[in-house]
C-alpha cells in the first residue's frame, strides 16, 4: 500500500510502513519518512492534479555518479574475511579479537538509573568516567569506571538544559559535554564540583546528525537547503567558521538529505576529519582544514534503492520500503587512541527486520586508517561498538534488553608504529 504525499514541489510515495531504522554511534532509533524532509522545513502543499504527476524519468539513487568522488575512490582493502596482511591495522584488528568481557551495564527490571530505554551514543572521559546518552529517557547518565551511578545531565522538555531529540555526544578533556539535539540545536555542559551546567546553547538551521570536537572548534555533520556541504564548523560559543564536504548531488532536496546524513570523526593524530555517509558505498578523510585528502569505497556494499520519479511538471516522486529489500548502512565510526578507526557496517534483510530486537543481520567490523583509508577486516561477532580507549572497548545492545557491555583488551593499545 502507497500514500502520496506533496512536499516542497515533491511527491512523495511512502509504503506503509516506511520506517528507517537508523542508528547515531552504535544504536538504531525508528523514525518516519517524513521526518527527514522536515529536517529543512520544506512547507507542505497539497498534492493538486495526480495528472500533473506522470512520471518522464525514473531514477534509482544511489547513483555512482552522483556521488561525490566515487569515480576516483580506491577499493576497501577488505573483502570480508580477515586480512592477511601485517599492515599497521593487524595488531588492532588482533586486539578486537582477544578483549575478553569484564562488565556490564544495564537491568530488564530495577531503579530508573539501572535501566537504559535507547541508548544513542556513548563517550569516556579522561578519568574513565562513562556518559550514556539514552534517547529515550532523554539525559546523559555518568557512571564512574566501576560502573557506580553518579549522576544525569539534562531531562526531558525543551527548556534550556532539557532534550526533546537527543542525537549525539560528545566529551572534552576537561569533562565538557556537548550534546547534538534535533529540535534544539548543540548543548553545552561544564563540569562544576560533581555536577555539569549548561553553558552554552548553539542554535542550528538545520537539523544535526553527528557531532565532534578537537581543538575547541565543533564539528557538525548535517545538510541545508541553501548550502551543498555536509559539515559545518562552528565555535564552542556559536559562530560559524566554514563547512566543507560535498553533498550527495541529486535535483530532489528528499534524495539529497537522505544520502547526505551519516557520521564524523575528529582525529588528533593525524589532525583530520572523516565523513561516513550511512547510506552510500563510500567514506572521506579530510585535513583539519577540510581539504579532501582520500576516498575509498566498499565493493561489498549494499545500497537501499531510493526511486525517484519525475514529472514533466519537475515533481519528483520518491518512494523507498526499508521493509522490503536487502541492504547495508554505516552503523558506527569510533576514533581509536592513535590514527585508526573502528567502522561498522549493518546488514538489514527484511527477515532481520521483521524480528525485531537489534534489526539486523549481522554486523562487519573493520579496522580503518584515518591516513589513507585502507582498511582490514576484523570479523562480523562484536556488537555495535561506541567507544574505546586505551585499556577498554564499549559496546551495546538492545535485545532482549538495552544492555552496555564493557571489553577489556590483554594489554594497552599501543600508538599505530609503535
Known sequence: MSSPTEIGGMVITYRVPAIIFEKHGGQYMCWLLLIVVLV??????SSGDESNTSAQERLVHPIPTAIPGFSNASDFVTRNRPSERKDDNWPMVQALSMATE??????????????????????????????????????????SADGTYLYAIGRAGQGPDEFSAPKALDVGPSGRVIVADRSTGIKIFERTGDTHWLVATVPLPFEPQDICVENNVLHVQGSTADDP?????FTLSGDALSSFGTAY??????????????QIVCMRQPSSVMYF???????YGYSYDGDLQWVTK?????????????????????????????YDMVVSAVPLPEGQVIVQIAHLTPESVAAGGDRYAEIRTHVMSALT?????????????????????????????????????PRPLEPVGV
Open 40 to 45: 529543512n522545513n520544506i512547507a507542505c502543499q
Open 249 to 262: 548531488d541529486a535535483r530532489s532536496e528528499l534524495v539529497r538529505l537522505a544520502f547526505t546524513r551519516g
Open 229 to 233: 556541504r555536509a559539515i559545518f564548523r
Open 102 to 143: 569484564t562488565m556490564t551495564l544495564g537491568v530488564l527490571e530495577g531503579d530508573k538509573h539501572q535501566m537504559f530505554g535507547q541508548i544513542v551514543d556513548i563517550k569516556v572521559d579522561g578519568d574513565g568516567n562513562l556518559y550514556v546518552l539514552d534517547s529515550q529517557f532523554r539525559e546523559v547518565r555518568v557512571y
Open 298 to 326: 566498499d565493493t561489498d556494499f549494499e545500497s537501499l534503492p531510493v526511486e525517484e520519479q519525475i514529472a514533466s511538471s519537475g515533481q519528483s516522486r520518491v518512494s523507498m520500503n526499508v521493509r522490503a529489500n536487502t
Open 277 to 283: 555517509p550511512s547510506w552510500l558505498p563510500v567514506i
Open 373 to 409: 583509508g585502507e582498511a582490514s577486516f576484523a570479523g562480523n561477532s562484536l556488537p555495535l561498538v561506541y567507544a574505546v580507549t586505551a585499556t577498554r572497548m564499549y559496546t551495546a545492545r538492545q535485545n532482549p534488553f538495552p544492555q552496555i557491555i564493557i571489553y577489556r583488551f
